[in-house]
């Protein structure tokens, strides 16, 4: 039986003063679970089976069952039901909020996190099972256990027309199905086996396209070094990029934090032009991937082949040019005397960096990505070193097990941003008295997962942002700050200062929040937004060399309305406690930020969410910094938009219900059949509560707030719905906790702020 293990080291020579602080992983105990525990995890995975083209997403009913011994005291609060006629009364929103967090409670780690899903991308597994195969330690770091759970994982997510997507709401994509295939392949799959000839089906879609030769640029490159693509096929990614002037704009180290991380160590396997070494499996794979013989294909032609399902992004004619001079005149130059002594200091310069990255984010890396990308330089640099051997070590640490088997986490977790918002919203209930030792916990939490000292070494050179005092998005041990990670631990830290320490522990120490504000003030633009992990430090422009196909707004750290938003209201908060400190740059902050929010709104009131689904979410914070910055409906033309657009996206239910199309294809769309969605629903409300909707007309949250009530499970938990993260326009990620916590967040504003006008903040 698998097991959840939280907050445990086994890595004797990885270690950090933040002792493994909201680590999670699991691991397979062989001996343990009892005779009904087996049988009912069965149930659940052959129900998910069963009926996965229909339900996408995974319930982390394994997690659940785990947590379940801990009994939830929710069944002893009769649950609320509410009729469709029938007026909302105190007693059962009190009811479905003390349900609600009595369960939430019980899935709380010691060390005070929420362990959840994080997964959805389908790209990321592939990346590891190929990774693992190069090296040679596929079989010796996954057993046979965890290789039938991703099994399981990628025939559940494997879509009726039998390929994959990019993620597991997607559409079937090349990217998706290429990798899948290769991987199910790797993973001991026959090229003919699967249930319903699902192995036959998958190649049926990619030969029916005409083979892998139109896979995104990502997969030529895990194809390539797997020796299943050409190098030739693929467009240069020269490292003697890295070599150039910083105040060049297109310096790498002037780009997005994830894309330099990304195309680091993909410019040293490609400046290597490595490939493992060819195996009978390799070979038969060269065979089932292609419509023509593999010696055959003229590789040349396929650098800017990109299949019509993938195209998400396509390359602009000088981008096209661009590669297209680097492959025909640069690559041969630097071949040759003298220049080819530039390669090998430019790689020399890659590997410097892949290893401070290493060493700084304790082998865990800023994703998942480059962390298996890392791993294997670090293996063609010195398969005996002790660089790739603490690599493996960290594998686990992105793995997630559920009902729909194992994947790939899109993070190692979303520990710190899911306890902040955790603490916000059981806060926002008043119910203090149900949740102290919860909120006890979740306090330490993010004492504890601040970071405390900057990266080591020149940060100048390392091209990195100051870090001390910042919050990271999963654990300290992470170690990569964020600008809304920041905001939302600081003002949960500031609420919970104001608290008695009896009920929830020592106040966090007020040099630590001073150090919070500094870093947050450092990372704002001249334009007054906020971007992500550092200021924005190049042009929009740049993003014509984008050459993922797959990815939108992915080479520069772009200022967005949520970081923008959250700035403001930590900041704003932080100075009702500290009026002294920093109060005119604060100030002065806040005002520009105001600004570019108000500047970024679109025409019809909405803001849109680069993070969440989509321009619900983004609503939301708009609204709530704009509100936290001193606006008001009555004086703002921009909130009074924005309302009016919330308000005309409710649905006849009460909800609203946004799908991940609107993120992909940048235009408000319901979700199929005009479904609600709790977390959406409970971003509206939040937003309208917030700019006064109870005073105007308190009927569309009493609507809203009936949909969230009678979607209470009988244990007090909510239901698992569609997918409601996204990155980088075209890619959608689970949040497992935020049917819990946004439910309970609105929920308990709507109860103080709507159904008792006495406590009214307005």
Same mark, same amino acid.
């Given at each position: ?112 996190? %929420?362990?959840? !899903?994080? #997964? $959805? ?10 990774? @693992?195969? +190069?090296? &040679? ?67 049926? %879609?990619?030969? !029916?396209? #005409? $083979? ?10 895990? @194809?390539? +070094?797997? &020796? ?535």
């Amino acid at each position: 039986m698998w097991k959840l293990k939280l907050s445990k080291g086994d890595d004797l020579e990885v270690r950090s003063m933040y002792d493994n602080l909201g680590r999670q992983y699991w691991e397979y105990e062989s001996n343990s679970g009892t005779p009904d525990e087996l049988a009912m995890i069965e149930r659940m995975r052959r129900a998910f089976t069963q009926n996965r083209h229909y339900v996408k997403q995974s319930s982390d009913l394994l997690m659940r069952l785990q947590f379940a011994k801990e009994k939830s005291r929710a069944k002893e609060i009769e649950k609320a039901k509410v009729d469709e006629e029938e007026d909302i009364s105190e007693k059962a929103v009190v009811n479905t909020l003390k349900r609600a967090i009595r369960f939430y409670s019980t899935l709380q780690a010691e060390d005070g996190h %929420w362990p959840g !899903d994080y #997964g $959805g991308p389908l790209f990321l597994l592939p990346g590891l099972v190929i990774g @693992l195969y +190069v090296t &040679g330690d596929l079989h010796s770091v996954l057993s046979s256990e965890h290789r039938k759970e991703m099994t399981r994982y990628l025939y559940n997510h494997q879509n009726e027309d039998g390929g994959w997507g990019i993620h597991i709401e997607g559409q079937s994509t090349m990217f998706g199905t290429g990798l899948s295939y290769v991987t199910l392949r790797l993973l001991g799959e026959d090229a003919n086996g699967g249930d319903g000839a699902a192995m036959g089906r998958a190649r049926a %879609w990619i030969l !029916d396209r #005409g $083979g892998v030769t139109s896979i995104p640029s990502w997969g030529k490159l895990w @194809l390539s +070094v797997l &020796g299943v693509y050409d190098w030739r096929g693929n467009n240069p990614l020269p490292p003697e990029i890295w070599l150039l002037p910083y105040v060049l704009p297109i310096h790498p180290g002037r780009m997005w934090c994830h894309c330099r991380m990304v195309y680091l160590p993909m410019s040293y396997l490609y400046g290597k032009r490595f490939v493992a070494p060819l195996s009978p499996l390799v070979l038969s794979l060269r065979k089932e991937l292609y419509v023509q013989p593999y010696d055959q294909i003229y590789w040349d032609n396929t650098r800017n082949l990109c299949a019509k399902e993938d195209l998400y992004y396509p390359h602009p004619w000088i981008q096209d040019m661009f590669w297209s001079c680097l492959n025909k005149a640069g690559e041969p130059l630097l071949a040759r005397w003298p220049f080819y002594k530039l390669r090998q200091i430019a790689l020399s310069t890659v590997m410097e960096h892949i290893h401070y990255e290493d060493e700084t984010s304790h082998y865990i890396c800023i994703g998942p990505v480059n962390k298996v990308l890392n791993m294997v330089c670090c293996y063609i640099e010195n398969p005996n070193s002790k660089a790739y051997k603490q690599h493996l070590s960290k594998i686990k640490d992105y793995l997630w097990l559920a009902e729909d088997g194992m994947k790939m986490q899109g993070y190692n977790g979303s520990q710190l941003w899911d306890v902040a918002f955790s603490t916000q919203a059981l806060l926002a209930t008043n119910l203090v008295d149900e949740c102290g030792f919860t909120l006890k916990k979740a306090h330490e939490f993010i004492k504890n997962s601040q970071i405390r000292a900057d990266s080591c070494g020149d940060l100048a050179y390392w091209y990195r942002h100051i870090g001390k005092g910042g919050w990271p998005f999963s654990t300290p041990e992470h170690g990569w700050i964020i600008s809304d990670c920041t905001a939302e631990a600081l003002k949960a830290a500031l609420l919970l200062s104001e608290m008695q320490p009896s009920i929830v522990g020592n106040a966090i120490a007020v040099d630590k929040l001073y150090d919070a504000v500094n870093v947050l003030l450092s990372l704002q633009n001249q334009n007054g937004g906020f971007a992500t992990y550092e200021q924005t430090r190049s042009y929009p422009w740049l993003e014509t060399i984008n050459p993922s196909e797959t990815f939108g707004d992915i080479v520069i750290d772009y200022p967005y309305v949520e970081c923008t938003s959250a700035a403001i209201q930590s900041l704003k908060a932080f100075i009702k406690l500290y009026p002294h400190h920093r109060m005119r740059e604060i100030e002065a902050c806040v005002l520009k930020a105001i600004a570019y929010i108000e500047s970024i709104q679109l025409a019809d009131g909405s803001w849109n969410g680069s993070w969440g689904v989509c321009y619900t979410y983004g609503t939301w914070f708009g609204i709530n910094g704009l509100v936290a910055g001193g606006r008001a409906y009555q004086s703002s033309e921009s909130i009074r938009r924005a309302c009016d657009f919330l308000l005309s996206k409710q649905l006849d239910s009460g909800g609203w219900g946004e799908s991940y199309l609107s993120s992909q294809d940048k235009r408000y769309t319901n979700l199929e059949g005009n479904r609600m969605h709790l977390v959406n629903t409970s971003w509206a409300m939040l937003a309208l509560i917030e700019c006064g909707q109870d005073v105007r007309d308190p009927t569309p949250l009493h609507r809203a707030a009936k949909v969230l009530i009678n979607s209470q499970m009988g244990n007090g938990d909510f239901p698992q719905q569609e997918i409601i993260g996204v990155f980088n326009r075209n890619c959608m990620i689970t949040y497992a906790a935020y049917r819990n916590i946004f439910p309970i967040w609105a929920l308990g504003r709507y109860y103080n702020c709507v159904l008792r006008p006495s406590k009214n903040v307005h």
